[in-house]
């Protein structure tokens, strides 16, 4: 698959030296590049970083890439990028403790870090790809999004008949409480409704690509 370089997004990388460049720009000359880079779906670099470099420093525009969709998760990033590497131009001592430590602190995260990734991949569906997954979702989350009007349907209610005086102070409030946990709930899926929805939507236009 052929990108621009331009859209391609390099983030922190292991790897601080890319050694010297010249004997792989040369093969860039004469060869082409015989293998692509790698990316996922978001177009992120995962493996490649001094092909994409050397490339860049000859003026292309675009390059040959692989889209690596199992690779979402920043572990699994990681993992390629470290395998990828010792494969090639070494890392240095440093540049692969620093690497091992940061897979080792993604595999083994604090509490709250957990807790923090839990929510963010509730309300984001995760690293999800499938289409009928996420569409399944996206409807489960609008259809309980619904419990928000209901809510206020049943405080409504709750107030005009407490003020007719057809219940008692303990009844209304039971309603009342119940009232806001309907609520609170429509809110959280109705936000996580739209969150997946842009979701879905960005996930068909990548397949389609």
């Known amino acids: 698959m052929l990108i621009s370089i331009d859209d391609i997004k390099v983030k922190k990388r292991i790897r601080k030296d890319l050694g010297d460049?010249?004997?792989?720009?040369?093969?860039?000359?004469?060869?082409?590049?015989m293998n692509p880079i790698t990316?996922?779906?978001k177009y992120e670099l995962i493996a490649g970083q001094r092909r994409l470099e050397a490339a860049k420093q000859l003026g292309w525009t675009t390059?040959?890439?692989n889209i690596l969709e199992s690779a979402q998760d920043k572990i699994s990033q990681l993992e390629m990028e470290l395998e990828e590497n010792t494969q090639r131009y070494d890392f240095s001592d440093?540049?692969?403790l620093a690497g091992y430590a940061a897979l080792e602190k993604l595999r083994n995260p604090g509490f709250f870090t957990r807790i923090i990734r839990k929510i963010v991949?509730?309300?984001t569906s995760g690293d999800e790809l499938n289409v009928d997954r996420i569409n399944r979702k996206?409807?489960?989350s609008f259809a309980l999004s619904f419990l928000l009007a209901v809510g206020i349907i049943l405080a409504i209610v709750s107030s005009i008949l407490f003020k007719k005086e057809l219940i008692g102070s303990p009844i209304h409030f039971f309603i009342d409480c119940v009232a806001c946990v309907m609520m609170f709930i429509g809110v959280?899926?109705?936000v996580r409704f739209i969150l997946i929805r842009q979701k879905y939507i960005n996930t068909k236009q990548i397949?389609?690509?």
């Open 21 to 33: 460049l010249e004997a792989l720009k040369d093969s860039l000359k004469r060869y082409g590049l």
């Open 207 to 209: 397949q389609k690509i």
């Open 138 to 140: 996206k409807s489960k």
């Open 121 to 123: 991949s509730f309300f």
């Open 188 to 190: 959280v899926f109705l």
């Open 94 to 96: 440093e540049e692969l």
């Open 39 to 41: 990316l996922n779906s």
């Open 63 to 65: 390059i040959q890439v």
